[in-house]
């Protein structure tokens, strides 16, 4: 090949080169554009408006975004006709057809979930980082995971909460007694007053049948207790020293979510406990 052929071969690579990087370019703008009404649609959590382009927001309970739209970077991935979208704090993948329509597929941090639910699942190992919007979902689908762990909760909470009911002093004039109860708490976390409440039960003697028997309840506000710790806490009013004495019980007042929100202390290994439990029980 003489000097002149060549020139010409090199021409003709560079015009090629030179028209699909154009192509590419155009390609990146019109994803970009796309990708910025796109966003507008997703931070006004539009759902309906978004189907056509992309099916997996059905899926979603709701949509968050908070984006620049002169911040939006478009790049190719090593897919023909795909490309990445970064928002800065989410992604996504468009993928263009030849007809030039685009479509949406895997998709991070465009759904939205409640903050101290997304805080907790992540401190648990019930969703990880690293997961997309879709996978996130179903992870979030498996309640019976958030039931496990609340009721194992509760139920460590309420076995190692125990109050116990002594007189405090006695009016030998009056005939008459004061009483306290002792709260004592065997968690590795603290027990906040409203988590319970004490059921004070007064025992009376009948003398007709010479037994005791329940004269009536009240119902008194719990009291904070520190982790491995007690508390004690005064009776209201005063008592027959003689003929009465009184029982306490412990009342649970929180709720499995309550619970999980204020006495929970994860590991961040959970979920994974979870799971092999779940499956050395089929």
């Given at each position: 090949m003489n000097n002149n052929n060549l020139r010409k071969g090199c021409y003709a690579v560079i015009i090629v080169l030179t028209a699909l990087m154009v192509s590419c370019s155009s390609i990146e703008k019109e994803v970009a554009k796309f990708a910025a009404d796109f966003a507008t649609k997703v931070s006004k959590n539009q759902k309906n408006?978004?189907?056509?382009?992309?099916?997996?927001?059905?899926?979603?309970?709701?949509?968050?975004?908070?984006?620049?739209?002169?911040?939006?970077?478009?790049?190719?991935?090593?897919?023909?006709?795909?490309?990445?979208?970064?928002?800065?704090?989410?992604?996504?993948?468009?993928?263009?057809?030849?007809?030039?329509?685009?479509?949406?597929?895997?998709?991070?941090?465009?759904?939205?979930?409640?903050?101290?639910?997304?805080?907790?699942?992540?401190?648990?190992?019930?969703?990880?980082?690293?997961?997309?919007?879709?996978?996130?979902?179903e992870r979030f689908a498996d309640t019976l995971f958030i039931n496990d762990l609340a009721g194992k909760l509760m139920d460590e909470m309420k076995s190692k909460l125990k109050a116990s009911c002594m007189t405090s002093s006695i009016n030998f004039h009056a005939g008459t007694s004061v009483w306290s109860i002792t709260v004592k708490n065997d968690n590795d976390f603290d027990i906040p007053a409203d988590a319970y409440s004490l059921v004070l039960t007064e025992w009376g003697f009948d003398i007709e049948r010479l037994v005791d028997v329940p004269v009536g309840t009240k119902t008194l506000d719990g009291v904070m207790v520190k982790a491995k710790s007690t508390e004690k806490c005064p009776v209201p009013g005063t008592y027959d020293y003689e003929y009465s004495s009184l029982k306490v019980s412990v009342k649970m007042k929180y709720n499995k979510e309550q619970a999980i929100k204020n006495l929970l202390k994860p590991t961040g290994n959970e979920y994974v406990e979870y799971l092999k439990q779940k499956n050395n029980g089929k």
């Amino acid at each position: 090949m003489n000097n002149n052929n060549l020139r010409k071969g090199c021409y003709a690579v560079i015009i090629v080169l030179t028209a699909l990087m154009v192509s590419c370019s155009s390609i990146e703008k019109e994803v970009a554009k796309f990708a910025a009404d796109f966003a507008t649609k997703v931070s006004k959590n539009q759902k309906n408006s978004l189907l056509e382009v992309w099916p997996d927001v059905a899926k979603a309970d709701s949509l968050a975004l908070t984006f620049n739209a002169d911040s939006i970077a478009v790049e190719p991935t090593q897919t023909e006709g795909q490309f990445k979208v970064n928002f800065g704090n989410a992604d996504m993948i468009v993928t263009v057809a030849e007809d030039g329509k685009m479509t949406v597929g895997e998709a991070k941090g465009l759904f939205a979930w409640p903050e101290d639910k997304v805080r907790m699942a992540l401190a648990t190992g019930w969703i990880t980082k690293e997961l997309n919007d879709i996978q996130k979902q179903e992870r979030f689908a498996d309640t019976l995971f958030i039931n496990d762990l609340a009721g194992k909760l509760m139920d460590e909470m309420k076995s190692k909460l125990k109050a116990s009911c002594m007189t405090s002093s006695i009016n030998f004039h009056a005939g008459t007694s004061v009483w306290s109860i002792t709260v004592k708490n065997d968690n590795d976390f603290d027990i906040p007053a409203d988590a319970y409440s004490l059921v004070l039960t007064e025992w009376g003697f009948d003398i007709e049948r010479l037994v005791d028997v329940p004269v009536g309840t009240k119902t008194l506000d719990g009291v904070m207790v520190k982790a491995k710790s007690t508390e004690k806490c005064p009776v209201p009013g005063t008592y027959d020293y003689e003929y009465s004495s009184l029982k306490v019980s412990v009342k649970m007042k929180y709720n499995k979510e309550q619970a999980i929100k204020n006495l929970l202390k994860p590991t961040g290994n959970e979920y994974v406990e979870y799971l092999k439990q779940k499956n050395n029980g089929k």
